[in-house]
């Protein structure tokens, strides 16, 4: 009893839903990884934006000799001859003060361009999310029609039961039979090939989502109804709207060049000679002070830079603009297309319980005689097309919402 319970457990079937589908397939995409690693990747550049304010040291040094050196016009006594020959080494220290807000710009401008990278990953994430729907749904369509035909398979097999008695006893010819015979043949195949299909579908969707959903159970999502309007919060929006933004820094940041910068230098060492040039001796040196840069006919440029990037922004709002119609154009017709499915499939009730209906009577009137054994097949067969399109209509109708969601950047 033990082994069977575990046998029993190991092999039971597992409901999967298409939101875990989506999870497991966003849990091992490369886009996550890449969102990840952009993260990390945004500290270091916040870091090199602002690492021109980490003081500069560098360890300087110079042996020379030269071909002249200064001299007074008239000998004093006490006063060497400068040497040709000098020795110096020493420190050199670099201090930015003030940049012009180059650092503030640079960082925001990062900001900016990470939150784009981003968005642009969960685009493609979004793409991948809606891959997994296509294929589920795909998936719950072959499974209904696969129900529907096993379910006409069995109703099938007792007809042919009782025509089977009927022709022993004589009632009917064999032909009848041959013909139901056949047609439960193709119900076989169509089911053959329905698995196949399912089958193919599952190793797409255990790809896409890192499991084995070989033995998995599939349920009909629960989607609710989205509003009837053309409002969209699509992450092509916060795209456009940061590039937008990253153009005015890159106009500050060209801007912040005509500004005056200050920096503290200095310098300290040991050598021959020192700053005071009459002296042979070795000894130490230093100084220190504050050095300022004002760009004086740099503005032309800038203000060229600043004409090209007011082009720029004229071209992104122009494509924002575009895209917009577009979007609303393609929700509103989402829209329609869901309220003709949703007409569609209330008509579909009707038609398949019309055509159950028939149905039976037909399967009374074939064993009574009344009619042909083709009459029953092309009534069964356009019972069972009413069932498809049916279900296909249902499942066409749950995609259109879920491609409502995504025009309306709420997958």
């Known amino acids: 009893m033990v082994i069977l319970l575990c046998t029993s457990f190991l092999s039971a079937q597992t409901i999967v839903t298409i939101e875990e589908c989506q999870q497991w397939s966003v849990a091992q995409s490369s886009a996550n990884v ?6 990390q990747l945004l500290k270091v550049k916040l870091n090199d934006a602002t690492s021109h304010y980490y003081p500069s040291v560098e360890v300087a040094g110079v042996i020379s000799f030269q071909s002249d050196v200064p001299q007074l016009p008239l000998s ?14 020493g420190l050199e220290l670099y201090q930015v003060i003030f940049d012009g807000g180059k650092a503030i710009y640079n960082r925001r401008y990062e900001f900016l361009a ?3 990278e981003i968005s642009k990953l969960d685009l493609t994430i979004n793409t991948m999310k809606e891959q997994v729907i296509s294929l589920y749904i795909n998936l719950l369509i072959i499974e209904k029609q696969y129900a529907i035909l096993t379910n006409v398979e069995k109703t099938m097999t007792e007809q042919l039961d009782q025509l089977r008695i009927m022709l022993k006893e004589g009632i009917i010819y064999g032909n009848a ?10 119900i076989e195949q169509q089911k053959g090939e329905l698995k196949a299909t399912k089958e ?73 000679t020192t700053f005071n040039i ?3 001796k070795f000894d130490w040196f230093y100084y220190v002070g504050l050095t300022f840069r004002i760009p004086v006919i740099n503005w032309a440029r ?31 017709e989402k829209l329609n297309e869901i309220q003709r499915l949703e007409e569609l499939v209330r008509l579909d009730k009707k038609i398949t319980d019309k055509y159950e209906a028939i149905t039976a009577t037909y399967r009374i009137q074939l064993v009574n005689g009344t009619i042909t054994v083709y009459d029953y097949i092309k009534q069964q067969n356009d019972e069972i097309q009413s069932l ?22 709420k997958l």
């Open 388 to 409: 498809i399109n049916q279900e296909v209509h249902t499942f066409q109708l749950l995609k259109a919402k879920y491609e409502l969601k995504a025009l309306k950047g």
């Open 76 to 89: 004093v006594a006490g006063v060497e001859k400068i040497s040709r020959d000098q020795y110096q080494i």
């Open 278 to 280: 009459f002296s042979n």
């Open 114 to 116: 990470n939150d784009t």
């Open 200 to 272: 193919s579908i599952i190793s797409s969707l255990s790809i896409l989502t890192g499991k084995d959903l070989s033995n998995a159970v599939f349920v009909v999502p629960d989607v609710g109804d989205e509003e009837a309007n053309t409002e969209s919060s699509r992450l092509e929006y916060t795209i456009f709207k940061n590039e937008i933004s990253a153009l005015d820094y890159q106009r500050k940041l060209h801007y912040a060049n005509t500004i005056p910068q200050i920096s503290l230098v200095g310098l300290g060492g040991y050598g021959r």
């Open 177 to 186: 039979v041959s013909h139901l015979e056949v047609e439960q043949l193709k």
């Open 34 to 39: 890449q969102k990840s690693l952009n993260q």
């Open 302 to 332: 800038t203000a060229g830079v600043g004409n090209i990037i007011n082009l720029q922004k004229s071209i992104l709002e122009a494509q924002k603009s575009d895209f917009e119609k577009e979007n609303k154009i393609a929700i509103q």
